[in-house]
């Protein structure tokens, strides 16, 4: 897990490491984070949010992200908040950089 909730400077970006392909890792979010930007120069990930859990393989409902893609998500407030994504690799172990935006 890659829990980045402390931080409430932004941009804040963090290069998520050691991201496997067999199971996700979870990226928990500040509270006052409202859009978030991933990107891997490394390889081709998958990014999903609802239903996921820490430690298990992600499930068909995610979102596929290409290697060398930006792939922003606005996330939503009050109660339609996520508190956190999902990261999962295609291959191998690797690293996805996450950048932490509170836009206004």
Do not use: W
Request: hydrophobic share 40%; glycine share 6%.
């Amino acid at each position: 897990m890659a829990d980045l909730q402390a931080f409430d400077i932004f941009p804040y970006i963090k290069k998520v490491t050691g991201i496997s392909h067999t199971t996700c890792t979870e990226v928990k979010l500040p509270s006052d984070c409202n859009q978030v930007i991933v990107f891997s120069d490394a390889e081709a990930f998958k990014l999903g949010q609802n239903d996921q859990v820490a430690g298990n393989a992600i499930t068909a409902d995610h979102m596929p992200v290409a290697i060398n893609s930006y792939f922003t998500v606005k996330i939503g407030k009050g109660r339609n908040r996520a508190d956190s994504l999902f990261l999962q690799m295609t291959s191998g172990t690797n690293y996805v950089y996450v950048m932490l935006q509170e836009v206004i």
